[in-house]
């Protein structure tokens, strides 16, 4: 299959882009095309004008920024699954790329595109707020920095407007967080039924933060508050596992779908939230 007629413009610098974006209110930037371009071939988006951004200089990197790591968003998924930096500073994201796609789809998919799709299933988007990731947007007007929790905000819905560029994707330091990935998908790289990615901070056995994020389970990757608050301020033990996991299966609203039915989603909900937080708590300090 095809994709409908489109206007390509190849953006060579990010002023390039942002100026080709504000000009032409019906396009989008055409990163790996991983994503847009399928969508394009089944019709389910119809940009009259890709600005393609591959051969835009200095959008893919990835570097120390203080104790943490930023990542240029035009950064291939390959380059951010194998990076050492990204493995130090941020090991929730590497082991969630155990998760992401094939190795083909990961050596053109770009992490800025991965985010900007925001596939309600998606992996990267969990952590991105279990880590308190910032995201950097550009637009001629100038640049804004939004919180993940805020960024994503329904199915292929995000924070970035039309005229924005996702520019930098920054992690912040993990000090003695401990931190865990799981998730449960029909066959290995494929989309996930359920996400859940857990941090914890514990100070003296007792519980000082806790992030639990679900993704495929909702409309967007969120934190699952109730489970945190049955963490916070107590020992991460075997009840209080329980008690989260309980919480966690509570606060999704899964749906169901040819892959699973809201049930199974709910008890995976519950099991990915004991494992990780097993894991987590081994992991911490
Ligand atoms: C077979 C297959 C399996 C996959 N499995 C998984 C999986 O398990 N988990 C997973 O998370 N993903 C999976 N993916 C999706 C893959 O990760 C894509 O690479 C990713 O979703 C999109 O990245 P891209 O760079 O290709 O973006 P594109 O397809 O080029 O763009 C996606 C969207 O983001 C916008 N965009 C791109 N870059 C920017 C930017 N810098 N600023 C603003 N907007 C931007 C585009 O306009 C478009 O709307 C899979 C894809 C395939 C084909």
New binding site residues.
Partial sequence: MKPPRFRYLRAESVDGALRALADNPDS???????????MMNLRL?RPACLVD?NRVAG?GYIREDGDGVAIG??TR?NDVKHSDLVRARCPLLTEAYE????HT??N???L???L??A?P????PAVMVAVGATLVLQSVGGRREVAAEDFFQGPYETA?RQD????EIRLPGRGAEGWAFAEV?NRH????IAVIATTLRLADGRCEAARVVASAVGEHAARLRPAEDALTGGAIDDAAIERAAEAAAGAVDPHSDSHADAVYRRDAVAALTRRTLRRAAERCG
């Fill in positions: 989008r930037p055409l990163a790996g095309g991983q994503s847009l371009i399928a988006v951004i959008l968003a035009l998924h998760s992401i796609a094939h789809v990961r053109r998919g770009t800025g595109g991965n900007c799709h596939d299933s998606s992996e990267t970035a924005e560029l996702l520019v998908s790289g494929d989309f996930a």
